[in-house]
């Protein structure tokens, strides 16, 4: 540069200094393929404990790794981990990975609530705990834990309480339409129907407080309360009471103990998506104009699934999604 002016110079004078965003950043991320499968059986404060390979015997605590940001991870999720899963005290893993899932049930708080809550994921069926005396039975929420199921890929079953003390009979005929199975327990007899029910499957119980589902769990699982303690100390946990737990079956399979509700919203649930559950009406709704809540005259006089499938089961159907418009039936 020496002797010459900026007259001189010309673009190839033009140092290029090689700053951010010079390279283009990767966005391909490990496939971790070699990850270790495991099921979510407890969620505590950004701790999860897993089941490897769904063994109740090889507990490991983990976190979610970054890459996943905020993908959110349920009890019952199916997920692959890295780093140390031999489950030691002070070791933690990480969750790289979460499966496709067979089943989601899913609930809000009310039926204006926006937010939605993932109560467990890939369950076979969801248990419906309903006493038939001592609280008496709630139909409407039997009608929303029925719609949960058929909009979230469960299979339901009415698990009926205390039939030493009122007849289950009554309210099996309501629901007798659906072809909804059921069990029937006495507080004076063992469980051994459930226990062929739950039997190899991942079921998730669902109920109010005092409709005997701790009771049922005890039974179903006689060392429960011990499994429920190894869970929360190894997740570091509160009681496991305030949220969802997973505990293993002496025969294989698993129970997913989950709080006692006091509603079931069904805010993130349409109309359509409970008719599309049921094959005879589903081809009939897409006649129905826009809108309609297929609840018939007088709400909606155009419903076209009057003109199709049994009436009784259609009365069925429209029992549901009136519970789940919060109207009374």
Not at 24 to 52: E, F, L, Y
Not at 123 to 134: C, R
Not at 209 to 223: A, H
Request: hydrophobic residues 40%; negative net charge; contains cysteine.
């Amino acid at each position: 540069m020496a002797g010459r002016t900026w007259r001189d110079l010309d673009e190839s004078d033009v140092r290029v200094r090689p700053g951010k965003g010079s390279r283009p950043r990767s966005k391909r991320r490990p496939t971790h393929a070699d990850a270790t499968p495991a099921m979510v059986i407890a969620v505590d404060r950004g701790r999860w404990t897993c089941a490897v390979e769904s063994d109740p015997e090889r507990l490991v605590t983990a976190m979610r790794a970054r890459e996943l940001g905020r993908t959110p991870v349920v009890v019952g999720d199916q997920v692959g981990l890295v780093g140390d899963t031999t489950g030691d005290a002070g070791t933690l893993a990480r969750i790289v990975r979460v499966e496709d899932r067979t089943s989601l049930l899913r609930r809000t708080a009310d039926d204006t609530d926006p937010y939605e809550r993932v109560v467990v994921a890939n369950a076979d069926q969801l248990l419906i705990v309903t006493a038939l005396a001592d609280p008496p039975p709630r139909t409407g929420f039997i009608d929303r834990c029925l719609v949960a199921c058929y909009t979230g890929g469960l299979r339901p079953v009415l698990c009926l309480t205390k039939a030493d003390l009122a007849s289950p009979e009554d309210l099996l005929s309501r629901y007798a339409e659906l072809d909804v199975p059921s069990v029937v327990t006495r507080h004076d007899e063992d469980s051994l129907p459930l226990a062929d029910t739950v039997h190899g499957r991942v079921s998730a119980l669902v109920g109010h407080s005092g409709v005997g589902k701790s009771t049922l769990v005890n039974r179903l699982v006689p060392d429960a309360e011990l499994a429920t303690g190894e869970v929360s100390a190894i997740g570091k946990g509160r009681h496991t009471s305030v949220a969802a737990v997973a505990l293993p079956l002496p025969g294989g399979g698993w129970v997913v103990d989950t709080p006692g509700v006091r509603s079931f919203g069904l805010a993130h649930v349409t109309a359509d998506d409970i008719v599309a559950s049921f094959d005879e009406f589903a081809e009939a709704a897409e006649e129905c104009p826009p809108g309609c809540g297929h609840l018939g005259p007088p709400e909606d006089p155009d419903c076209m699934l009057d003109e199709v499938g049994d009436r009784r089961r259609l009365s069925s159907l429209r029992r549901l999604l009136a519970s789940r418009a919060g109207l009374e039936v």
